[in-house]
């Protein structure tokens, strides 16, 4: 069953730089909503709120029911601009969608069988995901929360693509209507070092031996060197 999410939002009338950031420091998160039949309208949501919805991966590609001022709109999660070392959510970006109009959207892919694959059981290999995630083509009500991908019957060197996913009725993957077959995830042998990668290591490993450590603790504590000074030349009798 699809998880369902709620958005609770305000008008916004400040606009700017500086009247955001006196939003964010009253707990609120500026955004704007597009799309649709309507013009974009900006607004503002509860921070704490939000925080806990995006603890949820379906929130990122779900339908969301958004409330601004009494009205009811249908939205999806378009874009999220966080701070470079706080990661709190900056800005928010939600798109209108109509039910009768074709939606693209990011949906994860999730993985399942990788353990009990030939190739990774008695064949030695790893699996590699290529693809986490993989955008779609579909109305609003056939959108899904996430695609399965069976990795159980992979051997050693195997793949699986695009075309051998199981999607949804009404529901396609944009890459193939492109006629690109991308894979999403393989096995294969893990990959040996090179001889340069070895060296490096060995290098890297010799520098910090307890010698090589010590060493380099002394001449960072060893007085600088006095600056060597020119004789003055003797005065002339």
């Known amino acids: 069953m699809k998880q369902s999410f709620a958005i609770s939002a305000e008008v916004r009338t400040m606009h700017g730089k ?21 013009n974009p309208q900006a607004i503002q949501v509860s921070a704490n709120e939000l925080m ?22 249908k939205a999806v999660l378009k874009d999220l601009h966080r701070h470079p070392v706080r990661n709190d959510v900056m800005h928010m970006d939600l798109q209108r969608v109509l039910a009768n109009v074709l939606l693209r959207m990011h949906i994860p892919l999730h993985f399942k069988g990788g353990d009990v694959a030939p190739g990774v059981k008695t064949g030695g290999g790893i699996v590699e995901h290529q693809q986490i995630q993989v955008e779609v083509e579909c109305l609003p009500k056939d959108l899904p929360e996430f695609i399965e991908v069976d990795l159980s019957e992979l051997n050693l060197n195997d793949a699986v693509h695009l075309s051998q996913l ?34 490096e290591d060995a290098a890297k490993a010799a520098a910090a031996t307890p010698a090589a450590v010590g060493k380099a603790k002394a001449a960072a504590k060893a007085p600088a060197p006095a600056a060597a000074t020119k004789a003055a030349p003797a005065k002339k009798k």
């Open 18 to 38: 500086g009247a955001s950031r006196r939003l964010r420091r009253e707990g609120k998160v500026p955004a704007i909503i597009y799309g649709g039949t309507e």
């Open 166 to 199: 199981t999607l949804g009725e009404g529901v396609q993957f944009v890459e193939l209507v492109r006629g690109n077959d991308i894979s999403v995830a393989a096995v294969h042998l893990p990959r040996l070092p090179t001889e340069e990668e070895l060296a």
């Open 52 to 73: 806990k919805s995006l603890k949820h991966e379906a929130f990122y590609s779900a339908i969301l029911n958004v409330e601004i001022a009494g009205k009811a709109e």
